[in-house]
């Protein structure tokens, strides 16, 4: 039988055995305190501790799959009951639950040498699905962090027909994986599907920092654009007004709405109420005045590309290319200031709990479908322009 088993096989095998085994610690944790409904007729079947024979001892062999889906299904069904009853009887034992959940974890200690070696374990360890359904999306990924949006709940079931929601579930993973991972110098979070698992007890740089900084190149990389078009112009080039409005469209949906709608949602409010009057005079009446001036030139520079196409006028033409490189510049001093200043300061002063609050509403952000809209479309015209134009990566 064993050789139509593969390593997937056993690999799904041992994600079960590790949540039965949760499930017969709760279990032997609520007898211990004496939890009644335990010893309800009902439960009788589930809460006896569950033997895990040798997966190619007790596996149909003409069924691989579809066995270890039933018995992936028996396992969950079986741990909702039991958390499902201990919980009707008496809410307040989630604490107790979670107790179990993190002791049985830490008998299940690991060694790992970073985050992504964790971030393996966690794969290796807990029932998600196949690998096939991508279940969890990774969003961050270094040796100090890695940061993932579970886009599924494969879990729902089990608790959804005892008419009761699998939040549960996820707290009692969440006790046991801190478990796991006590001692390793790294931690785990997970807040409505959202985890992390992070460096414990030093100080990171900011995710939504480094994605910022990313933009900024981009940024940078249409200003150089933007600066060879109106260079052209002035040597006599026709203005290409389609061109012009894409850019334009650029500035606005990724430049604007994509890169200044995060750092003022997400960042900027953050840093005007954590860090007192420096921050805010440097943000409301430094960066967030500069982002009006920078709409203020878009606004003006379509305004004359709209007047130059109906009456060609070399001084709608001037407003135009006035216009256009008062952007550029203006933007170009802008995105100096924030990788210098202000990003630096973020990263120095905001404390861990307010970065990882900032990057997760970054990373809600980036996921919106709009944002993955967003970056598709307007980078993919951006690689154009940059090709067209002749500017490179390093530029
Ligand atoms: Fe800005
Ligand atoms: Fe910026």
Redesign the pocket.
Known sequence: MSKFLGPIHFWLYRKIQLQEGLTDAIVAYGKENNWNVLSDSALADDVKPVEMPELDAVVDGANIHGWLQARIGSAEDRSARIVTAVLSEDASRIDGLKQAAKAFGQQNKAEVKDAEEAYQLLNDSLLDGMPCDNVNQLTEKSADRVCWTRVMDVHGGSYSALGKDDAVYYALREAMVSGILEGTGYTYSDKDGNCVIKKADVRLGMYAVDV?ME??KN?HHMLLVVDKICCGILEGAAIDSDELRKIIDFIRKYGDRH??GK?EKCLFPRMISDLGVVADNLITHG?LVEHDLGRDHIREAEEALNLYEQEPKTEHKLQLLTNLMGYANLLQR??EK??NV?FTFANDRLDEAAKEEVNQQCRDFEKSPQAMITRELHLSFLKRMMEKYGISEDD
Do not use: C, D, K, R
């Open positions: 910022m933009e900024h940024i890169h200044h750092e960066m802008h995105i924030e990788n202000v």
